[in-house]
């Protein structure tokens, strides 16, 4: 069965500072990737989803997240973090042998500091 | 485009009775709907997958007598919460697969209670 793993269940950056939220996946076929934000009390909103395509893979809000293969990972990054940006993160995988249900990460909580 | 519906938004119920929770696909037919539960800062965890006009497969250690799915059409789906408890107290959400591009559009989900 495909899971992701995210490192990190907290993690606390300054406001312009690098964002980087790890992802690793577990899957037997090709996997599809994807990282959602979540606000307090909301529901979730896609950030970006890796389909197969580029490896690399640009997001809403400045995020990206680059697919590696090699390091089964999917990392999220945002090179400038905004006030804005603090909030709950998954990743989440689907694949054929899951039927394509999203398969959620435990999440990240981002803080960011002034 | 691509809306799921969900409703209703927050219930609150008495120990022992049952809750239905509809996601109704508004502009495209959900031929396949996902439900999630999600207790407070935790993740979303998939409960159990419907097809429309056959039954949900649920996940390993969801009971498939007290979370009851219904997909009998491509425009809802439900989930009843029958003799609920306090324990399954959690936020409820709904998603289905939009698309061929792997798009899933989300319900806002439904916060029940039971007291």
């Known amino acids: 069965a495909q899971s992701v793993t995210q490192l990190g269940s907290h993690v606390s950056v300054s406001e312009g500072a690098l964002v980087l939220l790890r992802c690793n996946y577990s899957?037997?076929?090709?996997?599809?990737l994807f990282w959602y934000v979540q606000y307090p009390n909301q529901g979730l909103q896609l950030l970006l989803k890796?389909?197969?395509?580029?490896?690399l893979v640009k997001g809403i809000n400045g995020f990206e997240a680059e697919f590696k293969k090699s390091e089964t990972s999917f990392h999220l990054t945002k090179p400038s973090a905004h006030m804005s940006d603090a909030a709950e993160y998954f990743c989440?995988?689907?694949?054929?042998?899951?039927?394509?249900?999203?398969?959620f990460g435990k999440g990240t909580s981002l803080l960011v500091t002034p | 485009g691509a809306v799921v519906s969900q409703h209703p938004s927050w219930v609150i119920c008495k120990s022992g009775t049952s809750v239905k929770i509809e996601c109704r696909s508004l502009d495209f037919q959900a031929t396949t709907m996902f439900w999630y539960r999600q207790f407070p800062k935790q993740s979303l965890m998939l409960m159990a997958t419907s097809n429309e006009g056959s039954k949900a497969t649920y996940e390993q250690g969801v009971e498939k007598d007290k979370f009851l799915i219904n997909h009998a059409s491509l425009t809802l789906s439900t989930l009843t919460v029958t003799s609920a408890h306090p324990e399954d107290s959690s936020f409820y959400i709904c998603?289905?697969?939009?698309?061929?591009?792997?798009?899933?559009?989300f319900g806002s989900g439904t916060r029940l209670t039971v007291v």
């Open positions: 890796y389909t197969s395509a580029a490896t």
């Open positions: 998603s289905a697969r939009v698309g061929t591009n792997y798009g899933y559009t």
């Open positions: 989440a995988v689907s694949d054929s042998n899951s039927g394509y249900a999203l398969n």
């Open positions: 899957s037997s076929v090709p996997p599809y």
